[in-house]
């Protein structure tokens, strides 16, 4: 795993980064670095089917990394039956979270790292994508950290996305991490639980 000292520059490199580009873009897809609403309601669309089969019951989830709560939105206008807290390590993203919500209790966006939160399902859009100057390795274990954290703070299932290393080598860059989809499914499979899935036919 990586030493403290790492995973907490690692953080304050992503707060940075983040927080920049809200500052920039303010509160649309571009301020999260993603390049249309298009395009992130389908990574929510896809990252939500960890819900399916509790249709029509009420349970919480937790958006990890949870920008200016674009999810908490994309929760509401497709009534998903779902109890939503956003977390995020950028306390600029938070402010703007919560002025963006006013009509939602500003303790549901909490600034992280917080000890102690716990949701039946818990997901992270977009947040393993951009490594910036990162090694492959110490990415790696960053993103294996994280994920082990979002499972312990999940009830009944997590999930994530990431950018693939199948993409087209023209849409590859230095600064992004390109991981092994078959690599995840079998550490999660065999860490975490028979019941993975993984999606790898939605275009993005």
């Given amino acids: 795993m990586c030493a403290k000292v790492n995973i907490e520059q690692i953080l304050n490199n992503v707060d940075e980064y983040y927080s920049a580009k809200v500052q920039t873009y303010g509160a649309i897809p571009q301020g999260v670095d993603w ?28 958006d990890y990394g949870c920008g200016y709560g674009a999810m908490a939105d994309f929760i509401l206008a497709n009534r998903y039956q779902l109890e939503y807290e956003g977390l995020d390590i950028s306390a600029e993203m938070i402010r703007v979270a919560r002025l963006c919500h006013p009509t939602m209790d500003p303790n549901r966006f909490h600034l992280g790292p917080v000890e102690g939160i716990k949701a039946d399902y818990v997901v992270a859009s977009g947040i393993f994508n951009v490594k910036q100057g990162c090694s492959e390795n110490t990415w790696q274990e960053y993103i294996v950290n994280t994920i082990e954290k979002m499972a312990s703070m999940s009830r009944l299932g997590f999930s994530y996305n990431i950018l693939t290393s199948w993409s087209d080598e023209e849409r590859k860059r230095s600064d992004l991490h390109n991981a092994d989809p078959c690599w995840h499914f079998d550490w999660c499979k065999r860490t975490f639980s028979r019941q993975v899935s993984l999606l790898h036919d939605y275009g993005l």
């Fill in 35 to 62: 390049n249309s609403m298009e395009s992130q309601n389908l990574r929510f669309k896809q990252i939500l089917k960890v819900c399916e089969g509790n249709s029509g019951l009420h349970h919480s989830i937790l």
